[in-house]
């Protein structure tokens, strides 16, 4: 009955039975086009320390795909910015069917150096080229090209900072003798356009090998050597020899040690210099079910000659360290831990101001919970940090709180909410007899978010940060004392399968209150257009 049921609902003999709709093509390429007003008023150098930005048009982003078909290898192509503008490009293509690799990349980025009175932009071009190859299914190898001109015209009467630098790199890594190895060349090169500094060249070869000698046991070691050439100057040499193991004791206990040796050869410094610094440390892991203990301590000394070669010291340096991660109540996650590097053995200081340089005692400290739900996560962080210098009677204190949580109220609407809270102290004085606590800025910050799914095509999203910094400043340094509020607000809209439009207003303010001079007030509006093809 089921059979005559079936043939029943077949078409007759001569009719052409219903297709299928074809799925639409997939769309792997597409472009963000944008415009912006800007309002601005200010200190435009203060905005643009880090980019160019204030233009009228932009290429938000290009990106073409070629997918790998068996014939064709894959390949990409990023374009973020103009090539009259700040820009950022990348390639990659992906070939013999995974085994290689050829990517390369380009950006370049025009910025001014903070100051009261307008100067010349500075600029930043970064080059990047680099080719792996799977030799075989346990070998590869690498070459990477890396080039940059740096371009900062500082604020008068100071010199301007223009250098070039480039560097040729290549490798083989893989599985060699039972364990894994491999050796780098590396050759960098830097060029003083202003003839400050001379020219130099840094050459390094580096290598490692690793082997597991049982199934709870592993050892490696690396080693290198660096040559340093100067226009003018004598060679300098620094090798680094090390080892480590690990050392599985059970399921849930380990051990990691290593140790480090690195020789200087450095006869152009003037004054003392470290001749040979060695390091060793051992580490305990123990899991307790969800819950983890690590104790570690490592131990340091660096012997120091002057530059014609009589002994002065060898400064020692011990260092505690811990950490406690475990489940608490209600879902809550505890982590606490910190260091402790004291130096047990002193260094004297040949200089005018024959005080002791190194810090005596550094601490550090951290208690963090954090947990949540499928709709509440939060988290709360306090960091302690303490450098001690009794030579100089000079102490610097730290107390960080973080408190942050994301809310998700229903199906469409979500939000966040950040507050860190910095307090610096500082015992001592300076020079001139200042306070050194009136240096050491304070700082609240305040970052909250708010995204709205206001339908299926429709997204809004808003974000605000507010923040300051304050102390007593005495002698009026600029960016000391500073305030500033950010206001982002994006609307998306989905005008259909392969394109979109989005909308961004944006007010920020920056307020030095020591110099005004450098504050500024901007406002932008942006509508970018996206597009699929």
């Given amino acids: 009955m089921a059979s005559l049921a079936a043939w029943a609902q077949d078409p007759p003999a001569g009719e052409p039975k219903e297709q299928e709709p074809e799925a639409a093509p997939v769309k792997n390429n597409w472009v963000t086009f944008g415009t912006y007003s800007w309002d601005f008023s200010g200190n435009q150098g203060m ?16 990106r073409l795909f070629s997918p790998e078909n068996g014939s064709n290898p894959f390949a990409r192509f990023t ?101 894994n190895g491999g050796v780098t060349w590396v050759d960098r090169r830097y060029y003083d356009r202003e003839g400050i500094q001379p020219d130099s060249t840094q050459r390094q070869f580096s290598a490692y090998y690793g082997i597991d000698l049982s199934s709870a046991f592993n050892f490696g070691g690396a080693y290198s050597d660096v040559k340093i050439s ?5 060679d300098a040499r620094i090798k680094n020899w090390a080892l480590n193991a690990t050392w599985d004791l059970g399921p849930d206990t380990s051990i990691y040690a290593d140790t480090k040796r690195t020789d200087y050869d450095i006869p152009v410094t003037q004054n003392s210099y470290v001749q040979e610094m060695f390091q060793t440390s051992v580490r305990f892991v123990q899991h307790f079910g969800p819950a983890s203990l690590q104790l570690g301590y490592r131990h340091k000394e660096s012997e120091r000659i002057r530059a014609d070669h009589f002994y002065i010291d060898v400064p020692k340096w011990d260092t505690y360290e811990g950490r406690l991660t475990t489940p608490i109540f209600g879902g809550l996650r505890l982590t606490a831990g910190g260091t402790w590097e004291h130096l047990t053995d002193g260094a004297s200081m040949l200089t005018e101001d024959n005080r002791q340089l190194y810090w005596d005692d550094r601490v550090k400290a951290q208690l963090r919970i954090q947990g949540g739900n499928d709709r509440l996560a939060g988290y709360a962080a306090y960091n302690y940090r303490f450098d001690q210098n009794s030579g100089r009677d000079i102490e610097i204190l730290s107390h960080t709180l973080t408190l942050g949580a ?53 997204t809004l999203s808003v974000g605000m940060s ?3 910094t304050r102390n007593e400043n005495p002698i009026r340094i600029d960016g000391g004392n500073i305030k500033g509020t950010e206001f ?30 450098l504050s500024y007030r901007v406002t932008v509006l942006g509508i970018n257009y996206t597009v699929k093809f």
């Fill in 47 to 62: 905005f643009r320390r880090y980019a160019n930005g204030m233009g009228v048009y932009s290429l938000e982003e290009l």
């Fill in 79 to 179: 374009l973020r910015g103009s090539l009259w503008d700040d820009t950022a490009s990348e390639a990659l293509m992906i070939f013999d069917r995974g085994r290689g690799s050829i990517r390369g990349s380009y950006s370049k980025f025009d910025f001014q150096e903070a100051s009261e009175f307008p100067n010349e932009a500075s600029n930043d071009r970064n080059y990047n080229a680099e080719v792996r190859y799977a030799i075989n299914p346990k070998v590869g190898a690498f070459w990477r090209y890396d080039a940059a001109d740096h371009n900062n015209y500082l604020e008068a009467p100071k010199d301007p900072y223009l250098y070039r630098t480039k560097s040729f790199s290549g490798g083989i890594s893989g599985q060699f003798l039972g364990g």
């Fill in 230 to 234: 100067q226009r003018g100057g004598l």
């Fill in 406 to 458: 994301s809310y998700v109220f229903n199906e469409r609407a979500s939000g966040y909410l950040e507050y860190v809270n910095d307090t610096m102290q500082a015992r001592g004085l300076s020079e001139d007899g200042f306070s050194l606590d009136a240096f050491f800025p304070s700082s609240i910050s305040v970052a909250m978010g708010f995204d709205y799914l206001l339908n299926d095509r429709e």
């Fill in 466 to 468: 507010h923040y300051y």
């Fill in 488 to 517: 982002t607000a994006t609307y998306n809209r989905q005008l259909g399968p392969n394109s979109s439009l989005a909308i961004v207003f944006a007010p920020w303010r920056y307020s030095d209150r020591v110099n005004d001079q």
